[in-house]
């Protein structure tokens, strides 16, 4: 009977971890990966001498995800091009207004955001503003003092809310410039996506170096809309559009005989206007999409 609650108690908590390793690590990959290592260490502890389970399976998988967001930093730093989270196909379900508070901490703008914090930073903000830790289980999470994890807290929170990306776009503004982006790919018109973009509209690729994409970043409408009108046009003319929640938000899957071969996400600003047009190329970070890995 111990040992069946001991995995139901793994269980009941493995939602959480990942949501919270992926979100420090920006890729479900390795957090799949810490995950499984708080696993292996579940098994191997003295589990009678763990008072609180939950709280001691936060804080392995919190340290585990610090040690591989740090091993995986140098890597993007090397890295071809711009790098993106591997996108995260979501659930459109239970619309709440708790859930679409937790679903704009999975956006890619806020990842993004999370990338220039420190791993501890990162780490701190997520377990207090996202997930609802204490601050005394942050600290032994953190192996910090209370007072410096109330710091690491509080500067994050200041990175984050300075970048003004943790806000609900209305699911109609979201559908209306999935369409008018489909739109333009399909017929090179731009006018009806043109209204909805902001004038410092950014888009970004990540191709990993694995597969052809634009390797610097474009901004402003004139350049992203003759990207969007003219190259794509021609080179996602064969794929089919597989629209779905990436990321807490509207996207789009592009297949080619059922495989992912791209991924659509956008970012907004807090009148509704798209910002950034992310799109994922590289076959490694679409392969869950694809059904792989």
Known sequence: ?????????????????????????????????????????????????????????TTTC?????????????????????????????????RTDEHLSLASSLQTAFLLVLERLTPKERAAYLLHEIFDVS????????????????????????????????????????????????AAVASGGTEDLAALLSDDIELCADGGGKVPTVLHVLRGKAEV????????REYWSAYAWDAADINGGRGVVLRKDGAATACVSFAYDERGAATNIYIVRNPDKLARLSGEG
């Open 1 to 57: 009977m111990a040992q069946r609650d001991d995995g139901a108690a793994f269980e009941a908590a493995r939602p959480m971890l990942l949501g919270l390793s992926y979100r420090i690590l920006g890729s479900r990959a390795e957090a799949e990966d810490a995950v499984q290592d708080t696993y292996l260490k579940w098994q191997d502890a003295d589990r009678s001498a763990i008072e609180n389970p939950a709280s001691w399976l």
């Open 225 to 232: 809309l003759d990207f969007i009108g003219r190259a794509l």
């Open 135 to 182: 601050y005394p289980e942050i600290a032994a999470a953190l192996d910090l003092q209370e007072s410096a994890c109330r710091k690491l807290v509080s500067r994050a929170r200041a990175n984050i809310d300075q970048s003004r990306v943790r806000h609900v776009t209305p699911p109609d503004r979201q559908e209306r410039l999935l369409a008018a982006f489909q």
């Open 62 to 94: 919190t340290r585990r995800s610090i040690d591989l967001l740090r091993s995986a930093r140098q890597t993007r730093v090397d890295y071809v091009g711009a790098w993106l989270p591997e996108p995260l196909q979501t659930s459109a379900e239970h």
